[in-house]
């Protein structure tokens, strides 16, 4: 019985002492207003060949179909984030490419505007005009799916013609394709490339702003782009998985990061873009979507890096056509 009352007290003082721990820990600013789920670590940017699956390892098999109910995050061993996975791999054709002859392309008309799906050996491009659009100035917009779809899927599963149009922006819109899963490369890790892949197959690109908008695992290519001179601004949709500092090099660190802007949506990630925003004075953050724009604030509409903790989950963000039409308009692009 001695014993026992003496393990008893071990364990007791053992408790008492690791909750008094946690109770002393201090809590982030950011994280008590937005989010209670702690921030994984911060991932250094990619390198050159990083993202080239193993020679040996055999191709991946199609994933199983998603659940009905909306996918979350998931630690992987290491503690980071992995990209949840919410479609089922469609397969897209690949063309021989000598990097330099024209590229085979539709077209048809889709929602009033004009519509081409370029053939390429990094797969599908699709592009996209609404009626009226000006070339003279207009800008651009590369929307970048995330996991387990390809571009084919995107642009058909999210209505992504649909969402353009919604946004009354003037502007050309092109989805290229991306990694499906991490035994992927990056399909397009120059933006110079892409861009000479639509001239190619003779579409004149306008002259205006350029918007990266990438969903989920689209950081993996998005992040490869930060130094690209002509992007303005990056909009990432519940993809802040990795690439902080390749992120920080775009809007604080980078030698052109004065000009640009960002806005980071958070909802699977909201512990990691939540963290990320507020290492930063400049930033803004608010909880969840207005209904229009002119409830963002001024301040929201202005700011350089602007942090929405999102109320829609991780598909939702593309699917509801509640957050891509609504982000485009707070970008330098204009309104038709």
């Known amino acids: 019985m001695k014993r026992l009352l003496v393990a008893a007290s071990a364990i007791a003082f053992a408790l008492s ?6 109770a002393e820990e201090p809590a982030s600013t950011w994280e008590s207003e937005l989010d209670d789920t702690p921030a994984p ?5 990619g390198k050159p060949g990083e993202n080239a699956p193993p020679p040996a390892a055999p191709a991946p098999k199609a994933p199983a179909p998603a659940p009905k109910k909306p996918a979350t995050a998931t630690k992987t061993r290491s503690g980071r984030l992995a990209a949840p996975a919410v479609r089922s791999l469609t397969s897209t054709a690949r063309v021989r490419d000598d990097g330099e ?6 077209e048809d008309t889709v929602l009033g505007g004009r519509h081409w799906r370029i053939k390429t050996a990094q797969g599908a491009v699709h592009v996209w005009v609404p009626d009226g659009y000006d070339r003279d100035t207009a800008g651009t917009v590369v929307y970048v799916h995330g996991y387990y779809t390809d571009a084919d899927g995107a642009w058909r599963d999210y209505e992504l013609a649909k969402q353009f149009k919604k946004s009354r922006q003037n502007a050309m819109f092109i989805v290229p394709d991306a990694p499906a ?4 490369s990056v399909h397009w890790p120059a933006l110079t490339d892409l861009r000479k892949a639509v001239r190619r197959a003779n579409i004149k690109l306008p002259e205006g702003p350029i918007v990266v908008m990438g969903h989920s695992g689209a950081f993996r290519t998005v992040m490869q782009w930060v130094d690209h001179k002509l ?4 909009i990432l949709l519940d993809a802040m998985y990795a690439g902080e500092q390749a992120f920080d090099e775009f809007i604080k660190s980078g030698k052109r990061a004065d000009d640009h802007k960002m806005i980071v949506v958070g909802a699977s990630t909201a512990g990691a873009s939540g963290a990320f925003a507020g290492a930063y004075k400049f930033a803004v953050g608010r909880e969840g ?3 229009s724009l002119t409830s963002f604030t001024k301040k929201e509409r202005q700011a350089k890096l602007l942090y929405v ?8 963000i593309v699917t509801s056509q509640k957050v891509i039409p ?3 308009r707070v970008t330098p692009l204009k309104a038709l």
């Not at 002492?17 to 946690?22: D, I, L, M, Q």
């Not at 903790?309 to 939702?316: E, N, T, V």
């Open 17 to 22: 002492t690791s909750v008094t721990a946690r």
């Open 289 to 291: 979507f207005p209904d």
């Open 41 to 45: 670590s911060k991932d250094e940017p």
């Open 326 to 328: 609504l982000l485009l």
């Open 101 to 106: 002859s024209r590229l085979e392309k539709s």
């Open 309 to 316: 903790r999102s109320q829609y989950d991780h598909m939702s």
């Open 231 to 234: 992007v303005d601004q990056i």
């Open 181 to 184: 899963s991490n035994a992927q």
